[in-house]
């Protein structure tokens, strides 16, 4: 190649890989830093000139890198199909359009206006078609960064093995063209077809899919919002039911202490007093009938997930101290999100409490009328250790020991989806206080 050659070659590489990181930045929604964009073009073209059309596997290779730092709380599944779709999918329509124009102009006059078709029209198409499949799929993939459990990995890494075997495909045919056919190899006009579906069913299939899994977290959010009110309710009757018994026998109680008080002896009043207490198995300040005080949270499946992990707390001999005296309702949060933040709040602090010398959970909903919002504040003992603040919140890392560490990093991704919630953490030797600030919003 001379000089002119090679220079052209570059300006239509820039086009080009503008487009794909203009696309990339559409399917992730995040700004690439420009030093870091004006890296690639270099980088393809110097692969191009040593292993032409392998170039792919530098463009996936570069698109993967910049993906981990990007997206650190993405999954490598997620990561690698970000790269893979954005680099297949451009190709796809922009050489569907290639044969298109070729197919109505003949072959004389494409070779004459090639660059120039590769420079403009090609990549036009190719965006403008992306943008239009990047509005449907958009939601699917908003699922699967909030839900990276263990099922949607598997489903994208099957994704993920289909759009690469394609994209080996579909470059591999213009490495044949080149070397081997020397012409176009009239397989791949069919193949552009093939791949068009693909990439269509593909993202009709991702959408009915994650429209199916979305639906099935909310039933078993529903399933376990009735377990935790089932147990919550449960747990209220038993309460009534002991002061239902209790005020069958006040009156008997009361002649009791009657007669004992006749006697003006403080002696005979007191053993009589504690002796009707124990024979009754009375507790006045019994920690149990604290659970009442969930009343002022107004959030049923909240409520739910309270009881529930009071209830073990008290199975597991933690005192627990319940403090809501305002009325809590309408958080403006999503439930899903509200309720993944409380469980895994609440674990870690009956988890940590457990293993302290002297156990204590203490849990308290304030609304600041002034600051409008609310804040829970969940506070637990744990043990005598040093805790780095600054990383627990990082995925992978645990006080807890090895793959342990995905609680907290689950909370802070989902917290990076609301501009409204902000999480305060806490620690001073023995004790590990965390506060969710939820701030209401205001109508439009």
């Not at 639906?215 to 935790?228: F, G, M, P, S, W």
């Not at 005020?247 to 009361?254: C, P």
């Not at 499946?301 to 073990?312: D, N, R, W």
């Not at 989806?417 to 969710?436: A, C, K």
């Amino acid at each position: 190649m001379d000089r002119v050659q090679i220079l052209t070659l570059f300006v239509a590489m820039c086009i080009e890989n503008a487009c794909q990181l203009f696309l990339y930045t559409k399917l992730t929604a995040k700004k690439i830093p420009f030093r870091t964009m004006v890296i690639l073009p270099v980088i393809s073209l110097i692969v191009y000139l040593f292993l032409n059309y392998w170039i792919f596997l530098a463009i996936m290779i570069y698109f993967f890198i910049i993906g981990k730092k990007l997206n650190k709380d993405c999954s490598i599944n997620l990561i690698w199909f970000f790269g893979i779709y954005t680099t297949f999918s451009y190709v796809v329509f922009a050489y569907f359009m290639n044969s298109s124009i070729l197919f109505f102009v003949g072959e004389n006059v494409f070779d004459q206006y090639m660059y120039v078709i590769n420079m403009t029209i090609s990549p036009v198409f190719s965006v403008i078609c992306n943008l239009i499949l990047l509005r449907l799929i958009r939601p699917s993939i908003s699922f699967l960064e909030k839900y990276q459990d263990n099922w949607n990995q598997i489903f994208l890494l099957i994704i993920n093995v289909l759009l690469t075997l394609c994209c080996i495909i579909q470059f591999s045919n213009y490495w044949i063209e080149e070397y081997v056919l020397k012409g176009e190899n009239p397989v791949r006009k069919y193949l552009i077809v093939v791949f068009i579906l693909v990439i269509i069913l593909l993202i009709v299939y991702l959408n009915i899919k994650t429209r199916q899994m979305d639906k099935q977290r909310i039933q078993e959010l529903k399933d376990n919002q009735l377990a935790d009110l089932t147990s919550y309710v449960q747990q209220i009757e038993a309460m009534y039911g002991e002061l239902r018994g209790f005020r069958h026998d006040y009156h008997n109680v009361l002649i009791s202490l009657n007669e004992s008080i006749k006697t003006k002896d403080l002696s005979i009043i007191e053993d009589t007093y504690n002796r009707i207490l124990n024979q009754e198995g009375i507790s006045l300040d019994d920690e149990h009938y604290s659970l009442a005080r969930l009343n002022n949270l107004k959030t049923l499946p909240i409520k739910g997930i309270f009881s529930t992990h009071i209830i073990q707390a008290w199975q597991k001999n933690i005192p627990v101290n319940i403090e809501i005296d305002d009325v809590i309702q309408n958080e403006a949060i999503d439930i899903l999100d509200y309720v993944r933040i409380a469980s895994i709040l609440l674990d870690n602090a009956i988890e940590a409490a457990e293993k302290a010398e002297n156990p204590f959970l203490t849990i308290v909903f304030l609304r600041d009328e002034t600051m409008n919002e609310i804040q829970l504040i969940i506070e637990n003992s744990c043990p005598d250790e040093v805790i780095d603040i600054t990383k627990i919140f990082k995925k992978d890392y645990s006080t807890k020991g090895e793959n342990r560490g995905l609680g907290l990093a689950t909370v802070q991704a989902i917290l990076q989806n609301y501009t409204n919630l902000s999480l305060q953490t806490e620690y001073q030797f023995g004790v590990f206080r965390q506060v969710l600030m939820i701030k209401e919003e205001f109508p439009q």
